[in-house]
């Protein structure tokens, strides 16, 4: 149900998992830390712990998301979320200038942080781990160049279908589910920054999927009716 040609060829929204085997050796030289809600990581407005911009950082537990502000007073932001089992900064792993980009904690989380030249000193006799890393990282800005296609060029429905068939898919959702119990809700407005929406037009969407069946809210989390998002995606723009 979540072939190539039904998504993307990458995970729109939300960057791909780092293999098991990388993400415990980078966790071995790392610092543990501890997010609150609403933590500011990178950006102007630092008000967590992790100050240092040539850093990676990876996440254990909880949701971040990456933020790009704009001057657009109904559509302040644009986001992707970051998920466990997740490198953020891989941009400034690969030398690439590093943008404007907030990155924050949605919710309570547990990252570890590493400097990149601490990093890179313990790859020096692990090719493999090293080549993975580079190799995760330009799946990651893959992932990205493919959001923000679809996020500003398509219709807000079709973006919201595709994001929420993504969301399946990255959380290891079985092909054949015809419903998906997702464990993470979104607000409208937090939905809102990640279609680069406005809460109205969310506000619109959300109810009618609800009052069809197609998104059915749980205590912690949503379920989702996989062939009928599918069949929505592939009716819009």
């Known amino acids: 149900m979540f072939s190539v040609n039904e998504l993307y060829s990458h995970t ?30 990178f950006g102007h407005q630092n008000t967590g ?23 657009d007073v109904n559509k302040p932001m644009a986001i992707t979320i970051i998920l466990p089992k997740r490198m953020l900064n891989y941009c400034g792993y690969l030398g690439m200038a590093v943008t404007s980009e907030t990155v924050y904690a949605l919710r309570e989380s547990d990252v570890y942080v590493i ?13 493999r781990i090293k080549e993975a890393i580079k190799t995760y990282c330009v799946k990651c800005i893959a992932s990205d160049y493919e959001t923000f296609a679809c996020m500003f060029t398509k219709m807000t429905e079709k973006r919201l279908a595709t994001f929420f068939l993504s969301l399946a898919r990255s959380i290891g959702v079985k092909e054949d589910n015809e419903f998906s119990y997702i464990p993470i809700k979104l607000s409208y407005q937090e939905l809102s920054y990640l279609m680069y929406s406005t809460t109205k037009t969310i506000e619109r969407i959300m109810p009618l999927w609800k ?3 197609i998104i059915i809210c749980c205590c912690n989390g949503v379920k989702l009716n996989v062939r009928e998002l599918n069949i929505l995606k ?4």
């Open 12 to 41: 729109p929204w939300l960057i791909p998992e780092i293999e098991e085997e990388v993400f415990e050796f980078v966790k071995k030289y790392s610092n543990r830390v501890h997010l609150k809600s609403s933590d500011i990581i």
């Open 49 to 71: 712990d992790i100050k240092n911009k040539d850093s990676v950082i990876l996440v254990e537990k909880g949701l971040l998301c990456q933020a790009i502000h704009t001057d």
């Open 115 to 127: 400097s990149i030249k601490v990093l890179e000193h313990h790859l020096e006799q692990n090719y």
């Open 211 to 213: 009052k069809m069946g």
């Open 234 to 237: 592939n009716k819009y723009k």
